[in-house]
Nanobody, 125 residues
């Protein structure tokens, strides 16, 4: 599975941004798509995830209510819609695919087998 993340950029606090993650290859082998982020000097942090079957989503408390994960099956693309952006949302955002058929919430980085290259989101005040 190959993942290509895009859509990052420089925005102002309060703005919205939508990131995309296009999947190719053996996408049928993945059970969930997740988004993580890594701010400078910090560890990679879980943002949210969506299970391919059923479309159930799960979000980190730090972003809950401000982000939404959706998908377009016809394009094999998953989106991360982020609203009311804050300076602390500044990070490189990664999409990832999990080949694990089961997880309680797919919130751990080690549960993901394939990673995109990351796209930088910078939020200015």
């Amino acid at each position: 599975v190959q993942l290509q993340a895009s859509g990052g950029g420089l925005v102002q606090a309060g703005d919205s941004l939508r990131l995309s993650c296009a999947a190719s290859g053996r996408t049928s082998s993945s059970y969930a798509m997740g988004w993580f982020r890594q701010a400078p000097g910090k560890e990679r942090e879980f943002v949210g995830t969506m299970r391919w079957t059923g479309g159930r989503t799960y979000y980190a408390d730090s972003v809950k209510g401000r982000v939404t994960i959706s998908r377009d099956n016809s394009k094999n693309t998953v989106y991360l819609q982020m609203n009311s952006l804050k300076r602390e949302d500044t990070a490189v955002y990664y999409c990832a695919a999990s080949a694990r058929s089961y997880s309680t919430d797919y919130s751990k980085a080690y549960e993901y087998d394939y990673w995109g290259q990351g796209t930088l989101v910078t939020v200015s005040s």
